[in-house]
């Protein structure tokens, strides 16, 4: 066996997180068809699952990035690992397991669409038109992917920021988180959500979307290169 | 694998955990570190195993700076007492992960050894008591077979018994598997034995590095009337001494040269190894040196 690589690391991780979406998206799925079924609210009977799905998947990416550090670095690291083939193995990890969520939640959306001609379960479920461009599969897919991959990061960024710079660090870190996912929301909603007092009212609409994937992957490229520099030096805690 | 270090130091905050701590480290040897509480053991392990960076000096394992080193560090294994309450994972799984991460493991000896600790493969890591959990520390540190094995007080929590298991383990894998072993321990009268070289370091520094053979002739007691000791030991380094009645025990530290060993034969002095464990209470007490305590 060679040495300890990202490859294998990525995989480890891969397999560990993979276990937890195994619970998670059976349990979205389940509450979503409960729903379905007995909320009275109609318009949620409109919304597909890969919509439905968004919000829960970034939540739950986001406590994957935490647990990733203070479950699992220093253990890896005790065991030969270099914090550069951790840090490169979770950042695939995480793209995979975006991309797991993403295919199974078009599947079962694909599914749900199918079962609506059959069981009246899922009332009028149609994939929506992702930001008036007509794709109702690709882009919200690769939309969804994006986000998960963003607040993965952003749980990695708390994560490390307590667990190398203490509680001040840890503070500043959940802020430059939050901060870091109410861009991606903005940017998703094309408009500030809740207007901000005192600030004009700016209309995300004329940004052209391959331009707002573009902005996204930028940020997300920059946000991964420095939480690469702020993990490669990290004093690992003996505990 | 030589580890060489040079003028090291490590300062956390306002507090110097390490400074200016220089030694060279044979490969296939068994070293003792030890040192009082803080001392500053942990954190000179923590560099030796890449967990973290010196602020000042050089510190370089077969020519090379550990931190974040692949190769060096899929070599090194440091164990220490773990956390295991949240760890669910049966104890095989541990076994699985070393398999996949350190190349030389030995899962037939590492099974063989959880058979002599009755340690149960099957066992979820969080129920094991805290001695299975030092066990199961140690086995992984044993069966790893890395060329450098650091184990930082990892037996505390182990029984007696258990201990005794440990040790024996460590002088059968010196003769089948040589390679390099750091023990770091308070429990020096126990495992004294096993060490090939002890270092002491205290405060952050270093206060000695002898092989075992210097240490039974330069930590020496002499013993015998209390005027005749005190005649010999003038212009000796004295740790400490005790007196009962008329008799005198000195500790002292340095050779002693053919005249003195007639001379303490002419007056009828004793002359004796000092035990590991008090050379180290003793040069490490706050203040060492004086008459009688």
């Known amino acids: 066996m060679k040495t300890a690589d990202w490859k294998k690391t990525g995989v480890d991780l891969f397999a560990i997180q993979g276990k937890w979406t195994l619970w998670f998206l059976p349990i979205v799925f389940a509450v979503y068809t409960g729903l379905n079924i007995f909320s009275p609210a109609e318009e949620l009977g409109e919304i597909s699952f890969l919509t439905f799905v968004r919000t829960p998947a970034n939540i739950f990416m986001l406590i994957c990035g935490i647990i990733i550090v203070f479950a699992f670095l220093t253990h890896f690291v ?35 669409v199918a079962l609506q001609q059959v069981i009246p379960l899922y009332t009028q479920v149609t994939p929506e038109p992702f930001l008036n461009t007509g794709s109702q599969w690709i882009l919200p897919a690769l939309a969804s992917f994006l986000s998960m991959l963003l607040y993965y990061m952003a749980g990695w960024g708390i994560a490390i920021g307590f667990y190398r710079y203490g509680g001040w660090g840890g503070a500043f870190a ?23 007092p005192g600030v004009p009212a700016v209309d995300f609409s004329i940004v052209p979307v391959p331009f707002l994937f573009l902005i996204l992957m930028m940020i ?8 690469y520099l702020i993990t490669r030096t990290t004093p690992i805690k003996v505990e | 694998m030589n580890i060489k270090a040079d003028r090291i130091s490590v300062t956390y905050k306002n507090t110097t955990a390490l400074h200016d701590l220089s030694f060279t480290l044979e490969p296939g040897k068994t070293y003792g570190l030890v040192g009082r509480n803080g001392a500053g053991k942990t954190t000179l ?7 973290r960076k010196t602020d000042s000096g050089r510190l370089e394992i077969d020519g090379e700076n550990p931190f974040e080193n692949a190769r060096l560090m899929s070599e090194i294994a ?14 095989s799984s541990y076994f699985d992960f070393t398999a996949r991460y350190r190349k030389n493991f030995d899962r037939a000896y590492a099974e063989k050894l959880a058979k002599k600790f009755s340690l149960g493969l099957d066992q979820p890591v969080h129920k094991l008591s805290k001695g299975m959990q030092s066990a199961l520390n140690v086995i992984i540190g044993l069966a790893g077979r890395t060329e450098i094995t650091i184990f930082d007080e990892a037996y505390s929590g182990m029984d007696a018994p258990a201990r005794e298991i440990f040790y024996r ?27 090939d070289e002890v270092i002491i370091i205290h405060k952050g520094q270093l206060l000695l590095q002898k092989t075992a053979d210097e240490l039974n002739e330069q930590g020496l007691t002499v013993t015998g009337n209390i005027e005749d000791v005190d005649r010999f030991t003038e212009g000796l380094s004295v740790l400490g001494s005790e007196t009962l009645g008329g ?20 007056s009828g002095l004793e002359i004796g190894t000092l035990p590991l464990q008090d050379l180290f209470i003793s040069l490490t007490e706050e203040e060492h040196g004086h008459e009688d305590s």
Request: glycine share 6%; aromatic share 10%.
């Open chain 2, 45 to 51: 392990l923590s560099l030796l195993a890449s967990f």
């Open chain 2, 78 to 91: 440091f164990i220490y007492e773990t956390d295991y309450s949240d760890e669910h994972e049966p104890v």
């Open chain 1, 220 to 227: 997300i490229s920059g946000t991964i290169w420095l939480l």
């Open chain 2, 247 to 266: 008799t005198k025990r000195a500790k002292i530290y340095g050779s002693l040269s053919q005249d003195h060993l007639e001379q303490a034969a002419a």
């Open chain 2, 169 to 195: 383990e460590i002088i059968n894998e010196k003769e089948k598997h040589p390679r390099t072993m750091i023990l770091s321990t308070h429990l020096v009268s126990e495992m004294d034995y096993l060490f």
């Open chain 1, 78 to 112: 005790k065991y030969g690992v270099t914090r550069k083939n951790y840090f490169i193995g979770t950042v695939i990890s995480a793209a995979g397991l975006s991309l797991t969520i993403m295919t199974v939640s078009m599947i079962l959306t694909g599914g749900s």
């Open chain 1, 174 to 196: 959940i802020i430059s988180a939050v901060f870091l996912m109410a861009i991606s929301d903005i940017l998703w909603a094309r408009e500030f959500p809740i207007p901000l």
